[in-house]
């Protein structure tokens, strides 16, 4: 079947597809968290004593013994195979930013060769999956490769089903041997705890007495596409790259914002509804859904929740999206820039810090000039942008994001923090040893009586920041939308950790005496000299301005690192190791072993396009144009034989886009095959610069052949189908 009547095919089949039919929607209250072991159902299955301490495990951190990890398991164990599961397992998370996942039966045979079910204490706490094709960064060596994963009990287990069966997962830490992080969790809880840490001394200079712990919260914004599968699977690139390395842009795109909050198509719909009722059962709470900018672009954002579970959940649910979208007959994108010329998806990171004594540290109240524990974390926000603005930009490092950032669509490359003008302001004052008051909001008062007037919010929002103030936490608007969430998250609590430490140095001596008069004039002292060190990462105007990215590097020295080959080398820097040393999230050894991983990822993928890019051109575009030039030479032939005039400008076209696409094939199979880069950081460079050009230019010459070879001859579904066709 030749290309086009693939393409005319998967229309038809399209055409005649309905949305998938769901059985009528139950009440929240009857799905909410039931395939999840939450505190409520522990309650109810086990002793007083065992859940008193499985409760203050979870909420506080404390640790937990071994008999009561017996019961929970015995219990955890009877609740799964009560919900149908006959297999288990510890699901982790390695450093390549994916889920992970091994399963084991409960089954053992007794004596007499009888089946019968185990599920022990130590089952629960300790697996040990090897697991050692997963890259390491070279901390484990093949010959001492034993890797551990072990329970974190602060983050539910869960049932996942499909028809045949279902199995019990364990949400869980994956580390070697020898007892070195291997995955995104330890430092997470690691960095939660240093930053936990760090704050309490803060808070109690600040005369608080009573300080429960202090966990970092995140709510992520997801971005994503959906290709019918139809299409999908006559492109190569989308399924093996997630993303199309081919494709002129349909003559319509997104230039009309008609997407955007538009009606929501039935069949999407469907697809949404039954990811969210998968949600709820596994105790996600999904909270928005709507269209995003581009055609067939949407975004999904559960409410927020402790940064550890929301953390796990969020791999959850992007593992939701992509099986859901496949039986929908959808292919679920998400891939950082998916399609040239259209937004790319992001993945909007949520995060604030808070406890039940002292609440959301991050939210100013009314009158923020009076909130000082607000001022200090935010100070400390501010400080960590500015001192680690490389690290924030390191841990969003990859092939997929280097193409939306510094693009102008999405945030740009360069670390900045956008506070509002409400907060700017007092921030503004305290840069000159003032704190005297703040712009109010005020209400909104549309002079129309049916509509109820409302309070105005002090500040405005600016999208075109990559990490924004936004209310009551703080928005990372960088992080790509096939990313993990713990790396932004392990970053912004550490780097938060770190200038917490420092502000409580400083208020030390600053504070002079235990009145309230004191501690504000010491917090102002500190502040001011925090806003004079690091106030250049402050910018409240427009972050895609080509104005602004001259003022940031040349004015206020920030870094404007467009690519991950000039992102990722700052993890080695002395600067980055110290900080995570200090905190203890990541010991040297770890940190250079997420450097590597981070390296080879990003220049396997971008080799993986490059193969892709050739035999793609080679025995898919290549063939279309080269047969449709044959039929214009036939016709012109024929033409010139009956004396009509027939103008060969398209065959020239054709065949000069021919020659220029296969001659930047063979350049981009020579610049594949060099050898000996040096090292990582040369092959990088490499790759963002020479590979990339180079598959950019073999694909210049093929998107200019999709606009003159005959639609009927080409192989590839198009943009104008992918995107508008569902
Ligand atoms: P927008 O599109 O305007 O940025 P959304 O409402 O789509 O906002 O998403 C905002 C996200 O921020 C939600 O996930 C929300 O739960 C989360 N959020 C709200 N408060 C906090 C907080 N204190 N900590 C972390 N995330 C929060
Ligand atoms: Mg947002």
Redesign the pocket.
């Known amino acids: 079947m030749s290309g086009s009547e693939s393409r005319a095919q998967a229309v038809f089949q399209i055409t005649n597809a309905e949305p998938m039919s769901l059985k009528k929607p139950k009440s929240l209250d009857k799905i909410w968290a039931t395939d999840v072991f939450t505190l409520v159902k522990m309650e109810e299955a086990l002793s007083k004593k065992a859940f008193r301490a499985m409760k203050k495990t979870v909420e506080t951190g404390a640790a937990l013994d071994a008999s009561t990890a017996d019961v929970v398991a015995a219990a955890m164990k009877d609740w799964a195979i009560s919900k149908g599961a006959n297999y288990f397992s510890h699901i982790f998370y390695p450093m390549t930013g994916a889920s992970a996942e091994k399963h084991d039966g409960f089954i053992i045979s007794d004596a007499s060769g009888k089946a019968i079910t185990e599920f022990t204490g130590s089952l629960l706490i300790k697996g040990e999956p090897d697991g050692s094709s997963f890259p390491n960064g070279s901390i484990r060596v093949t010959n001492a490769a034993r890797g551990y994963t072990a329970w974190d009990p602060t983050s539910p287990a869960y049932i996942m089903h499909n028809d045949k069966g279902s199995t019990l997962c364990i949400p869980s830490i994956f580390i070697s041997w020898t007892g070195e992080a291997l995955d995104m969790k330890v430092p997470l809880l690691r960095s939660n705890s240093a930053m936990d840490k760090a704050a309490q001394k803060v808070l109690k200079l600040m005369g608080e007495k009573n300080v429960a712990t202090l966990n970092s ?5 997801q971005e994503y596409f959906l290709v019918d599968s139809n299409f999908a699977n006559l492109r190569p690139d989308l399924v093996l790259a997630g993303r199309t390395l081919f494709g002129a842009a349909a003559a319509k795109g997104q230039e009309f914002d008609d997407h955007y909050f538009g009606a929501i198509q039935p069949r999407i719909l469907s697809f949404m509804q039954d990811t969210e009722e998968q949600l709820y059962k596994l105790g996600i709470p999904a ?2 859904r709507h269209n995003e900018v581009a055609p067939g672009q949407f ?1 999904i ?4 929740e402790a940064a550890n579970v929301a953390a796990d959940h969020q791999q959850l649910l992007m593992t939701v999206f992509k099986n859901t979208a496949k039986k929908h007959g959808f292919i679920c994108l998400m891939h950082e820039k998916p399609f040239a010329g259209i937004n790319g998806s992001g993945k ?1 990171v ?3 810090v ?1 406890n039940s004594t002292q609440g ?1 540290l ?2 100013p109240g009314t009158t923020p000039h009076d909130n000082l524990n607000f001022l200090i974390f935010c100070g400390a926000v501010i400080r960590g942008v500015h001192k680690y603005g490389p690290l924030l930009r390191a841990v969003i490092a990859s092939a997929g994001n280097d193409h939306r950032l510094g693009a102008n669509e999405a945030p740009p490359a360069i670390l900045s923090v956008y506070l509002g003008s409400q907060i700017e302001g007092v921030f503004d004052q305290i840069a000159e040893g003032k704190l005297d008051g703040c712009d109010e909001g005020g209400i909104m008062d549309m002079g129309l009586s049916q509509i109820p007037p409302f309070a105005k919010d002090p500040g405005d ?1 600016n999208r075109t920041s990559p990490f924004a103030f ?1 209310g ?2 703080f ?1 990372f608007r960088a992080v790509g939308s096939d990313q993990s969430v713990a790396g932004p998250l392990i970053a912004m609590n550490t780097m938060l950790a770190d200038s917490l430490n420092w502000i409580a140095e400083e208020l030390e001596t600053a504070i002079d005496g235990k009145s309230n008069a004191a501690i504000r004039e010491g917090v102002i002292k500190v502040l001011k000299k925090l806003m004079k060190e690091h106030g250049a990462a402050v910018f409240g105007g427009d972050g895609y301005s080509s104005e602004w990215h001259e003022m940031a590097v040349k004015e206020r020295g920030l870094k404007n690192l467009p690519t991950t080959a000039d992102a990722l080398p700052y993890l080695k820097d002395d600067s980055i190791k110290a900080l995570f040393e200090s905190t203890g999230v990541l010991s040297e050894t770890e940190l250079a072993s997420r450097f590597e991983v981070h390296a080879e990822k990003y220049i396997l993928s971008i080799e993986v396009e490059a193969k892709l890019v050739q035999s793609m051109a080679k025995t898919s575009i290549y063939p279309a144009a080269s047969r449709y030039l044959a039929d214009l030479a036939l016709t012109a032939a024929s033409a010139t034989e009956m004396g009509v005039d027939f103008d060969n400008a398209t065959a020239k076209n054709v065949a000069k886009n021919i020659s220029g696409m296969m001659k930047s094939v063979t350049k981009l199979e020579k610049a594949m095959a060099k050898e000996g880069h040096g090292s990582e950081e040369k092959h990088m460079q490499f790759c963002a610069n020479d590979v990339r050009g180079l598959m950019d230019e073999v694909r210049g010459f093929a998107d200019a052949l999709e606009g003159d070879v005959a639609d009927d001859m080409w192989p590839l579904p198009t943009y104008q189908e992918m995107l508008f066709i569902k």
Do not use: I, M, V
């Open positions: 919260s995140c709510g992520a914004e909270k928005t975004e954002a559960p409410y927020y909007h949520n995060w604030s808070g959301n991050l939210d929002r936004t009551n936490r928005e």
